[in-house]
């Protein structure tokens, strides 16, 4: 019988990739939190680097810190709802 050789399954990544990409994800989330918070709609291209998954939680994240730092009530209510639900549970 000949020993079977596993492959691996994932290619290796570079050390620097995941710093790399995290850098240019929060730069696009900077660059699309700043045009929700001016009002304008300017089109925000993000590098060729960011798969589309990742481009897509960025523009998600963007909008709800745009919302959370447009609206502070909001956010403050919703805290102080899910603390009492929390506490009335307990």
């Known amino acids: 019988m000949i020993p079977v ?4 399954i994932m290619a290796p990544i570079p050390t620097d ?3 790399h990409t ?7 989330v900077h660059r ?3 045009c929700h918070i001016s009002g304008r709609q300017q089109l925000v291209l993000p590098l060729l680097a960011l798969d ?3 481009m897509l939680a960025c523009r998600q994240l963007a909008r709800v810190l745009a919302d959370a730092y447009s ?3 909001g956010l403050l209510l919703y ?3 899910a603390l009492l639900t929390f506490y009335s549970s307990v």
């Open 52 to 54: 589309v998954p990742t």
């Open 22 to 28: 995290t850098c240019i994800a929060g730069d696009f």
């Open 79 to 81: 805290t102080v709802g």
């Open 71 to 73: 609206n502070p009530s």
């Open 17 to 19: 990739w995941a710093l």
């Open 32 to 34: 699309l939190f700043d």
């Open 5 to 8: 050789t596993l492959l691996p």
